[in-house]
């Protein structure tokens, strides 16, 4: 699996979040696996995006797409405080563990 990781700084996450919301690239036509959205407990104008896909190839595709049609649309652009920061990574190893 491939993930493409990508952070931002937001100006409001509310606004942030309804934005993501619209899927303007249709993330599971565009080949996202899944999606996780997190953010630091002490920095709440931090979103932390990780898009699953199959190939590194789709995963590579699809982020000039972001910058290009999401990151500049009206409403993401608005909600962006500076240029977010990206990086592919794979997964090498994935467990989860049962609870003692």
Request: aromatic share 8%; charged share 30%.
């Amino acid at each position: 699996m491939f993930t493409l990781r990508i952070e931002h700084t937001v100006r409001d996450f509310r606004m942030w979040m309804r934005a993501f919301d619209r899927d303007l690239l249709g993330r599971g036509a565009a080949g996202v696996r899944s999606y996780k959205i997190s953010r630091p407990l002490d920095e709440k104008n931090v979103a932390i995006l990780e898009l699953d896909f199959d190939t590194e190839e789709a995963a590579a595709e699809f982020l000039p797409r972001l910058q290009n049609e999401v990151w500049k649309s009206d409403l993401m652009s608005q909600a962006l405080a500076e240029a977010p920061v990206t990086k592919i990574v794979e997964t090498i190893a994935m467990e989860s563990l049962a609870a003692p």
